[in-house]
């Protein structure tokens, strides 16, 4: 594909995952941080992101299948999941985390249970995306290109 | 980030290198790696040297390791296996470095108790690299009043050595001087064979003064009757092996017969204390021919001071109410501030002879004591008006504490009076045993008073001030609320002395932090001994101190602020005395401030070794002994008397044996 193409194709697409909530500024500012001392550097922190998260999201699917449920645990995790997930601009699932920490306030098992799924719906949407996003960035860094930026 | 240029680096004007902030040291402590990985990142870009961490344990080694390694330290809020405000807390205390918390909880209570914890800043998570960039300024305004400190320290200290040397001299003669009064109310249920914490280990052979100890003290001097309760006879009576006289005649000079009930407004007693030491020095010096360093700097303010200030401590102590921990309190007061900037020199020793000890010498001065003796209420003893937050003290191989006390009489001219406790104490007649009630009447069971030596080494009075909480903790205004402890003393958190007029902009400054810390929270899990965690508890948040009967609040900063940054006591030692960590503070903080900053970057090789060992390392070194457990009476002392100081601190110099401060009159 043809460099041009390529990142205009790139930018789009980061653009439309910025209007729809997925990415937020955070990302930028991620994406800001990357220069030619570390060039993978976005790319990482996602990797780790995601590697974090299915960890998180793996420890509360237990906590909530447990006879006796610690909402402090899973609260604690969601916090976690939270932080991360806005450290590295995954608006959408921040805010399901947000949601889902309401539910462990209110101690609201049932919420619990709908808020993990949509946690975790929000994580695939979001890992997916920047898979590809990552991609088509990395294709255009190794063809010398540029990546294109917003704003 | 390469840091090797630094050969560049010049001092400018508060001692911050031309290329500052470059080189930064950071520690970022965080659990979660994807946070962390990008902090490194965004501090990185900001120039700054960065090492992660993510476990509290791992970082707390580190820095024990490496205490004048990092300029600052971001720690995440919720943590595993160390809650972030613990972290803060340690840190706090042993190190004395400024510390961010961060959090994707932006709740204010959660900020708040960032606040109340001491924390410099607060940052909500996603962190933008824009906040990272200013942190630099933390580490300047502390830095900056951690000089503030030595400055006000330096002077005193070349007449505490003087002073030290005629200690030996003045206690023989002032040991029939001194009104002790025996106090009914302290229990002299200490064996005989009272242990002390190490003391062998401590560079200057100090005694720590357990509260087992400092009880067997009270004991015997209340045996002996104020006027025979010299350091040999007392000796005698405790009958405590390695012992030995000059320990007792220093910690003697701790309670100058003020009757100390405990008192809340440490700040207060700090002053009053500090008047008082002033007038006893101007008595003193008569009387006994000593010409230095209580007066030191000529302070006009000693001669009136002394006579009246003098018996009211004396009458106080006699009455046997003011235990170490008033003393203690004093001195810590005294240490913290310098009363003056003309520096008191007065090592402790003079302030010893000041108090306790001249009730015939201030009886003959003045005729305050009737005066003192109606008005039990009113300022009578000043003891520690104004403690200064840094004892402008000099080098006083002696113990920071007189001179601390000088300087807290000298420095400040604040009425309030100390009202130590005086109730029903008639020897009080001399000396309204005010001095140690009202003002911790909020709740601070004992102050101690930490004084901070200027020099920063609070360790020069070797004796520790045991610190029993007070069960009424509430400490009005400053007061932190500490947890009673039946037994003991209550530390006088600097947050008192904070408040102070005179202390408070020296503390303050220095600390940087609220007034609420849960120092030794996690040291009472240690503790021997109910006074270990009692003293700790001054800066324990009532909730989370297990031992906390009350709650008390001391700003961890204002223990071990000071000098941590600088001082290299550190924890290696410890495996009995916590204490020393803390305070070696002392000596260096002020100094060592200095000196680090112009070594930041020169440490950055070290910083890098360490930064990688570190991250390899579990738990990198066992020094976590501070907080798990040992704290030794030193170490509290040192804290707090690094608070006070608002300088480095001394730890091991000076020992405060606790005494309750809820008498003092506020």
């Given at each position: 594909m043809e460099m041009c193409q390529m990142r205009v194709q790139a930018f789009e697409y980061k653009q439309s995952l910025f209007r729809e909530g997925t990415l937020d500024a955070q990302f930028t500012q991620l994406q800001q941080l990357q220069d030619e001392s570390n060039p993978d550097f976005v790319a990482e922190v996602v990797s780790l992101f995601f590697e974090d998260s299915e960890k998180i999201l793996n420890d509360l699917t237990r906590a909530l299948e447990q006879k006796c449920i610690d909402f402090k645990k899973i609260d604690a995790n969601v916090h976690q999941l939270k932080g991360s997930s806005s450290s590295v601009g995954a608006q959408k699932v921040k805010n399901a985390c947000i949601t889902f920490r309401n539910c462990c306030e209110e101690q609201n098992i049932e919420g619990c249970f709908t808020c993990l799924q949509l946690v975790k719906q929000e994580y695939l949407l979001v890992k997916n995306k920047l898979e590809t996003l990552l991609r088509m960035e990395q294709q255009i860094l190794a063809a010398g290109g540029a990546v294109p930026m917003i704003e | 980030m390469n840091l090797g240029g630094q050969g560049a680096k010049s001092m400018a004007g508060d001692g911050v290198s031309d290329l500052f902030p470059v080189g930064l040291r950071v520690l970022v402590v965080d659990d979660d790696p994807t946070c962390l990985m990008i902090l490194e990142k965004m501090l990185q870009n900001c120039l700054y040297e960065v090492t992660k961490c993510n476990r509290a344990e791992i970082a707390l080694s580190i820095l024990r390791e490496n205490k004048n390694g990092f300029d600052v330290v971001i720690s995440d809020v919720h943590m595993p296996d160390m809650d972030g405000f613990k972290l803060l807390e340690h840190i706090g205390l042993e190190m004395d470095l400024p510390v961010i918390m961060m959090s994707a909880d932006d709740s204010k209570d959660v900020v708040m108790k960032g606040v109340t914890h001491g924390a410099c800043d607060y940052l909500i998570k996603p962190v933008r690299i824009e906040a990272l960039r200013n942190i630099w300024q933390h580490v300047v305004r502390k830095r900056k009043n951690e000089w503030k400190d030595v400055e006000q320290s330096g002077s005193?200290?070349?007449?505490?050595?003087?002073?030290?040397?005629?200690?030996?001299?003045?206690?023989?003669?002032?040991?029939?001087?001194?009104?002790?009064?025996?106090?009914?109310?302290?229990?002299?249920?200490?064996?005989?064979?009272?242990?002390?914490?190490?003391?062998?280990?401590?560079?200057?052979?100090?005694?720590?003064?357990?509260?087992?100890?400092?009880?067997?003290?009270?004991?015997?001097?209340?045996?002996?009757?104020?006027?025979?309760?010299?350091?040999?006879?007392?000796?005698?009576?405790?009958?405590?092996?390695?012992?030995?006289?000059?320990?007792?005649?220093?910690?003697?000079?701790?309670?100058?017969?003020?009757?100390?009930?405990?008192?809340?407004?440490?700040?207060?007693?700090?002053?009053?204390?500090?008047?008082?030491?002033?007038?006893?020095?101007?008595?003193?010096?008569?009387?006994?021919?000593?010409?230095?360093?209580?007066?030191?700097?000529?302070?006009?303010?000693?001669?009136?001071?002394?006579?009246?200030?003098?018996?009211?401590?004396?009458?106080?102590?006699?009455?046997?109410?003011?235990?170490?921990?008033?003393?203690?309190?004093?001195?810590?007061?005294?240490?913290?501030?310098?009363?003056?900037?003309?520096?008191?020199?007065?090592?402790?020793?003079?302030?010893?002879?000041?108090?306790?000890?001249?009730?015939?010498?201030?009886?003959?001065?003045?005729?305050?004591?009737?005066?003192?003796?109606?008005?039990?209420?009113?300022?009578?003893?000043?003891?520690?008006?104004?403690?200064?937050?840094?004892?402008?003290?000099?080098?006083?191989?002696?113990?920071?504490?007189?001179?601390?006390?000088?300087?807290?009489?000298?420095?400040?001219?604040?009425?309030?009076?100390?009202?130590?406790?005086?109730?029903?104490?008639?020897?009080?007649?001399?000396?309204?045993?005010?001095?140690?009630?009202?003002?911790?009447?909020?709740?601070?069971?004992?102050?101690?008073?930490?004084?901070?030596?200027?020099?920063?080494?609070?360790?020069?009075?070797?004796?520790?001030?045991?610190?029993?909480?007070?069960?009424?903790?509430?400490?009005?205004?400053?007061?932190?609320?500490?947890?009673?402890?039946?037994?003991?003393?209550?530390?006088?958190?600097?947050?008192?002395?904070?408040?102070?007029?005179?202390?408070?902009?020296?503390?303050?400054?220095?600390?940087?932090?609220?007034?609420?810390?849960?120092?030794?929270?996690?040291?009472?899990?240690?503790?021997?001994?109910?006074?270990?965690?009692?003293?700790?508890?001054?800066?324990?948040?009532?909730?989370?101190?297990?031992?906390?009967?009350?709650?008390?609040?001391?700003?961890?900063?204002?223990?071990?602020?000071?000098?941590?940054?600088?001082?290299?006591?550190?924890?290696?030692?410890?495996?009995?005395?916590?204490?020393?960590?803390?305070?070696?503070?002392?000596?260096?903080?002020?100094?060592?401030?200095?000196?680090?900053?112009?070594?930041?970057?020169?440490?950055?090789?070290?910083?890098?070794?360490?930064?990688?060992?570190?991250?390899?390392?579990?738990?990198?070194?066992?020094q976590n002994m501070l907080f798990h457990g040992q704290f030794s009476q030193e170490d509290l002392m040192s804290a707090l008397l690094k608070q006070q100081e608002g300088l480095g601190v001394a730890s091991n110099d000076y020992f405060f044996d606790g005494f309750p401060l809820d008498n003092l009159p506020v």
């Open positions: - | 005193i200290e070349d007449g505490e050595r003087q002073q030290k040397q005629l200690e030996d001299a003045e206690f023989s003669s002032s040991g029939n001087e001194g009104n002790w009064r025996s106090s009914k109310r302290r229990k002299d249920e200490d064996d005989q064979g009272e242990d002390r914490d190490d003391t062998s280990s401590l560079k200057k052979p100090r005694v720590v003064w357990s509260v087992e100890l400092h009880q067997q003290f009270v004991a015997a001097v209340n045996q002996l009757g104020i006027d025979k309760a010299v350091p040999k006879k007392i000796l005698e009576l405790m009958n405590v092996p390695g012992l030995t006289r000059e320990n007792v005649a220093s910690h003697l000079q701790l309670f100058p017969n003020v009757p100390y009930r405990g008192t809340h407004n440490y700040s207060h007693f700090v002053q009053k204390y500090r008047l008082y030491l002033r007038r006893l020095s101007g008595v003193s010096q008569h009387q006994s021919g000593l010409n230095n360093s209580f007066m030191g700097p000529s302070d006009p303010t000693f001669g009136s001071i002394s006579s009246l200030n003098g018996l009211d401590l004396q009458a106080l102590a006699a009455t046997g109410q003011l235990p170490a921990q008033s003393l203690a309190m004093l001195q810590a007061a005294s240490l913290g501030r310098s009363p003056n900037k003309s520096g008191i020199s007065m090592p402790f020793m003079d302030q010893r002879n000041l108090f306790s000890f001249e009730n015939p010498k201030l009886r003959s001065r003045e005729g305050q004591q009737p005066q003192m003796s109606n008005n039990s209420t009113s300022k009578q003893v000043n003891l520690l008006h104004g403690i200064p937050t840094n004892m402008n003290m000099q080098p006083n191989p002696h113990g920071s504490q007189s001179s601390s006390l000088m300087n807290m009489q000298m420095s400040q001219p604040q009425s309030r009076p100390v009202i130590f406790n005086d109730t029903g104490a008639n020897q009080i007649s001399r000396l309204p045993s005010s001095i140690a009630q009202p003002n911790l009447s909020n709740g601070m069971p004992s102050g101690v008073v930490l004084a901070r030596d200027g020099s920063n080494s609070v360790s020069q009075a070797s004796t520790m001030v045991d610190f029993s909480v007070h069960p009424n903790t509430d400490f009005q205004g400053n007061s932190f609320p500490l947890p009673t402890n039946n037994s003991r003393v209550s530390i006088i958190t600097s947050k008192g002395l904070l408040q102070e007029d005179g202390i408070n902009s020296d503390m303050k400054g220095s600390r940087g932090f609220p007034p609420s810390y849960d120092i030794f929270g996690d040291l009472q899990q240690h503790k021997t001994q109910d006074w270990e965690l009692q003293n700790v508890g001054l800066t324990f948040d009532a909730s989370s101190h297990s031992k906390t009967q009350g709650s008390i609040n001391v700003p961890p900063s204002v223990l071990v602020n000071h000098g941590f940054s600088s001082s290299q006591n550190n924890v290696q030692n410890r495996s009995t005395s916590v204490g020393k960590v803390m305070f070696s503070v002392g000596e260096q903080s002020g100094h060592g401030n200095v000196q680090s900053m112009g070594q930041q970057l020169d440490s950055v090789l070290d910083c890098n070794s360490l930064r990688v060992k570190a991250e390899n390392l579990p738990e990198a070194s066992g």
